[in-house]
């Protein structure tokens, strides 16, 4: 199987690190900026870190004030995600990784879903709108 | 994506600073999205916010000079003026605080927003017209202008909306296009909606809902303004939704096929009274009693400020009830008598005031009951707990001290 899938730039960067998946869509607001956790009730992903991981996430959700908010609390407190792999992107998530610096992508080439699980080391290329398997 | 050659010189900083990083931030915006060229605006909403993203954000432009080109109405963040006069709050409150308010009207006032401090423009301070392009921010106001007053905004970011108020232009795409307004999912509701409570669990639908433009039928009596406010704050809690169609309500929706622009729905879901009884259950703090009452997530219109007055007139509240408001609403209030009413029962009215902020942190550990899972859900991060039910069933509580 193929390490290399296209996909498109939300928002420009280069980084590598370790993939997270969540079938739900994210508030950043409701993740803990101490730890990084997701801490909504009944979240796919609740409990886990996003902290410096590339979230694999359906799409962003929420007020139009919340997700900048709460990814620039998670830098603060060096806890954000490196980058972004969505599905649907909506203004109001891609507008705050724009100005948070958060390398965001979508249209990822489908294999890629099938490609990766929970740990794997992918390089995100927002940039060259490409991302890399590194280790699984 | 092209840009004229004005368009050129504010991102290459000839216009200052503030506008090239306004600018920059809207390119990258309409890059992403695809985009052809930007457009001009000739209205704008900023969902200004108070939190630290917010406060950094508009501080760092006002620092660049910048200057809106179309002076946005603004959110509320907390009224000094109330909070600073109310003890237990103040007490809970740092003198960091205090100072973030401060900064944020500041920084707001240097930017040359109109300072309204309301999150309900779409009701009275800030009325688009039909195709009007506009930039709004704001999770009840982007689906009130564009589905229920027809005009054009995406659902922008506060920081994206405060972007746009600065250049005075947005980038051209999404539901900017007829294209993009046409509906994605048939949703039937089978619920019977006979009040506005009915709505705010309807928009929590989002995740049985799925992403798209919803068409809702089976709304066979006209929903209220109040309605349509919940549907709208509720859609953009339990998921992102820049726009919905109501079949014969909304003017983009005289039949489905029209809503549908004749393609056929990519999902059709039904919503019944047994999935608005579950949602609530799912997200409410439960019954029993309560230490106090909290409205106003959307801000409180001036007609449900008198039910709430109705239902305390010549009682005793057992609880403290506050009801946030505009200070336009508050002012009608006081004229209107109503506002006596309701301080004589033991309540009070807060004018300029958002549920998520540090102004409420005295409540922290106590159990509150409202009529909003959008106010609910948010406050959770400051230890905030909410019984969620309808307006009447919360006063009954408040009246009580307890809710079954």
Known sequence: MKDKFLCHKLSEGVVEGEVLISQDDICYYLVDPETGNVIENGHDIEGQSVSQKIVVFPSGKGSSVVQADGLYQLL?????????????????????????????????????????KNGDIVRVDANNGEIIVVRN | MELTKSEQEMLEGKHGEGVALAMKVQVATGEAFGAARMVPITRAHVALSNQDADTWFAEKLAKAGAKCKIAPTVNPGFSLAYFCGHCQSQQAMTAKDIDMMRRTHNAYKQLGAILTYNCTPYLGSNIPQFKEIIGFSESSATPYVNSVWGARSNRESSLSALCAAITGLVPEYGLLLDENRKGDILVEVQADMDNDFAYQMLGYMGKKIGPGIPVFIGLTKRPTPEALMNLGAQLNTSGAYGMYHIVGVTPEAPTVEVAFGDKEPARKVVITNQDLREIRDAISHAPGRIDYALFGCPHFSINQIQQVANLVQGKKLAVDLWIMTSANNKYLAERMGIKEIINAAGGDIVEETCTDQPCWHFLKGKVGITDSPKLAYYPKKRGLEFVIRDIDTCVQAALKGEVE
């Open chain 1, 76 to 116: 603060m407190k060096n806890n954000a995600p490196k980058a972004m792999v969505i599905k649907n992107p909506d203004t109001v998530l891609v507008t705050s990784g724009i100005i948070m610096e958060v390398p965001m992508v979508d249209k990822v080439e489908e294999q890629f879903y099938q490609r990766i």
